[in-house]
């Protein structure tokens, strides 16, 4: 009876023991075998599910040691009983009693964050030939045996394994300290740690702000175009968010500046349009702020992937009265999914962010914290970025020449040279959200721009181009097979050995 209620897809790419080793414990969790009856044996089991004998008895064996199993002589293995809560272990396939009607769960929400317009991609994105998306880098180019040696050296006991504690609400010293002294003097800005918090990225640390500063009486002043998930998480505390334009220096100020408690701004690389903040605007803001007694929330999110041969330092770096707040991320450039980053704030700020971040999460986990401290310490995260710098400079190029010779009638903002996106505008009447759902049936993804405008007039002949997510060999086709999307032609057929590129 057993045999029938074990089912195991293995998939190519994966160990059969770890597969095996899975579908088992699922089913012992599931409470599907009962205590009173043997497993099937090494030699059923392995010819129901066409695998070898020796990985079955590998894998029994193993949850013998764990304590999943125990071994009868003569007679096979048994469920533990310390895995069943009576004598015989419920089946999922019984009726489940009649209960309740089920909370209306809609009319309980006293927020409803889905409801917040966000830009968003194909969930499988990663499989379009042609996937100019922005914020994911190469994970080829990730710098895997350095990290592996850091990984290696953190778990091999020679060192005492403080990542292993609770941190409670604290972070860990060697990471702050490798921040202080190897990220922040490169922007111009010189910290106490007790100015510094790890966050899990930028997204969080806007966050956590706007949780601590923010309420249905906070107005603040933001860049438009603008970074939509930073406005959500505004908005979510029911905070009045007022636009501002902008223009070749970055953003502009106007007479609604005087009402607004903060502002938000990417003067780095301005998310979307990759517009530098000048200097004389920064001053200008700094300015503002100081006479008016406001605050700043700089989000320098570009800071460590700019390719820019001589940037400007922060606008924290010009501010001597601790009114800017700065935001930062150590993840942007070497892996997203690490969600690694970090604020810099006044103490007064930080201790009373920290209790915050405890509620919500107590503190980032301690294990990448350690190994992004170390992966610092000795010098991999600089040289890394020093080859992803090199090789963004090759990506703008090839995609620049690509919208010259394909799409002449895109018009780039100057100020996207160095940024890491390309911010284009078409010429009017060219909707690049329907431009947008042509091209992804050529297997082109492109980021429509109207998501990250404010207001009732929002233009639709804006779109991003990312860079870093494409094969650079795929740039150039990549750009015509748009402009073929863009002029209604059938995609050019092009041989670029694509037949193993499986599409959504």
């Not at 060192?159 to 702050?176: A, G, N």
């Not at 601590?212 to 438009?224: G, I, Q, S, W």
């Amino acid at each position: 009876m057993i045999l029938h209620r074990l089912h195991i897809d293995f998939v190519a790419g994966k160990s059969l023991q770890d597969q095996l080793r899975q579908g088992l414990v699922s089913a012992i969790l599931a409470g599907i075998f009962p205590v009173d009856e043997p497993l099937p044996s090494c030699r059923k089991l392995a010819l129901q599910l066409r695998i070898s004998r020796n990985t079955v008895a590998l894998v029994f064996e193993r949850l013998q040691e764990d304590g999943y199993l125990v071994s009868r002589p003569r007679s096979g293995y048994y469920l533990h009983p310390s895995w069943c809560q009576s004598e015989g272990c419920a089946l999922p396939y019984d009726d489940p009693a009649p209960g309740p009607q089920a909370p209306d769960w809609s009319a309980r929400f006293k927020v409803c964050p889905s409801n917040y317009q966000a830009s968003l991609k194909p969930a499988r994105w990663m499989n379009y030939p042609f996937p100019f998306i922005y914020g994911q880098p190469d994970i080829t180019r990730f710098p895997l045996e350095q990290w592996r040696e850091v990984s290696r050296k953190m778990y091999s006991g020679q060192h005492e394994q403080h990542w292993l504690r609770d941190q409670i609400d604290q972070d860990v010293p060697e990471l702050i300290e490798q921040i202080r002294q190897r990220i922040l003097p490169k922007r111009g800005i010189v910290a106490r740690a007790e100015e510094i918090l790890i966050t899990q990225g930028s997204q969080n640390a806007l966050y956590m702000l706007a949780q601590l500063l923010f309420n249905r009486r906070t107005r603040v002043a933001v860049e438009n175009p603008m970074f939509r998930e930073a406005i959500n998480a505004f908005s979510l505390q029911g905070s009045t968010v007022v636009p501002h334009s902008l223009d070749d220096e970055g953003i502009c100020l106007t007479e609604q500046s005087a009402s607004c408690d903060y502002f938000y701004v990417t003067p780095s690389h301005q998310a979307p349009t990759g517009i530098v903040m000048s200097s004389a605007r920064r001053n200008q803001l700094l300015s503002f702020a100081r006479s008016h007694d406001r605050v700043i929330i700089e989000d320098d999110y570009d800071s460590e992937t700019n390719f820019d041969p001589h940037p400007q330092p922060a606008l924290k770096a010009r501010d001597t009265d601790g009114r800017v707040i700065y935001v930062g991320s150590l993840s942007k450039a070497l892996s997203p999914g690490l969600r690694l980053g970090y604020l810099v704030a006044p103490a007064e700020l930080i201790d009373e962010l920290r209790p915050l971040r405890r509620l919500m999460y107590r503190h980032p986990p301690t294990t990448i914290a350690y190994q992004m401290a170390q992966f610092l310490a000795l010098g991999y995260y600089e040289s890394y970025l020093k080859r992803y710098r090199q090789d963004s400079a090759r990506r703008w190029a090839l995609v620049d020449q690509a919208l010259d010779h394909w799409l002449p009638q895109a018009i780039r903002s100057p100020a996207s040279n160095h940024a890491n996106a390309f911010w284009v505008q078409m010429p009017h009447g060219i909707n690049s959200e329907h431009l947008a759902w042509r091209a992804a049936h050529a297997g082109v993804l492109i980021e429509p721009g109207h998501s990250h405008f404010l207001g009732e007039q929002v233009p639709m002949n804006y779109f991003r181009l990312g860079f870093h997510a494409i094969q650079p060999a795929r740039i150039d086709i990549g750009i015509a097979r748009l402009a073929d999307a863009l002029h209604g032609r059938h995609s050019r057929n092009i041989d670029l050995a694509l037949a193993d590129v499986a599409m959504p």
